[in-house]
C-alpha cells in the first residue's frame, strides 16, 4: 500500500503561481507513471498532467498546458505541478495519484480509474 501526502494548497490571485508537491511512503513509486487530477465543486474528477517513471513522457489536459509543469525526483519520492498564470477556473482539490503502468498514453493517462493510489487532495483557491 503507498500512501501519497499532498503539501498544503493555498490561496492565489489571479495570475500568479504555486507550486504542488506530493510524497510518497514507498520508494515503488518510481517504477510507475503519476498525474495530478483536479476536482471543482459540483464536476467531476478532472485529469491535470501526468509523467512516465523516468520523467520521460509527460501529458498535460488541454486547459492547463502551457501553464501547468509537472515534474518528479524518483529519489525523493517526490513529485511536483508547477502552476503558472492561474485563474479562478483553476479553483479546485487537487488529487496526486499513482498510475498502475510504468508508461501511459491517451486515455490510459487521463482515466482516473486507471490510477491505483491517491493521495487526500488539497484545496487550491484562485481569487482576488
Known amino acids: 500500500q503507498v500512501q501519497l501526502v499532498e503539501s498544503r494548497g493555498g490561496l492565489v490571485q489571479p495570475g500568479g503561481s504555486l507550486r504542488l508537491s506530493c510524497v510518497a511512503s514507498?520508494?515503488?513509486?518510481?517504477?510507475?507513471?503519476a498525474g495530478w487530477f483536479r476536482q471543482a465543486p459540483g464536476k467531476e474528477r478532472e485529469f491535470v498532467a501526468t509523467i512516465s517513471w523516468s520523467s520521460g513522457g509527460t501529458h498535460y489536459s488541454e486547459s492547463v498546458k502551457g501553464r501547468f509543469t509537472i515534474s518528479r525526483d524518483n529519489g525523493k519520492n517526490t513529485m511536483y505541478l508547477q502552476m503558472d498564470s492561474l485563474n479562478p477556473e483553476d479553483t479546485a482539490v487537487y488529487y496526486c495519484?499513482?498510475?498502475?503502468?510504468?508508461?501511459?498514453?491517451?486515455?490510459?493517462?487521463?482515466?482516473?480509474?486507471?490510477?491505483?493510489?491517491w493521495g487526500q487532495g488539497t484545496q487550491v483557491t484562485v481569487s482576488s
Open positions: 514507498d520508494p515503488t513509486f518510481s517504477n510507475y507513471a
Open positions: 495519484a499513482l498510475h498502475s503502468v510504468t508508461y501511459c498514453s491517451g486515455t490510459e493517462c487521463s482515466d482516473p480509474h486507471q490510477y491505483a493510489y
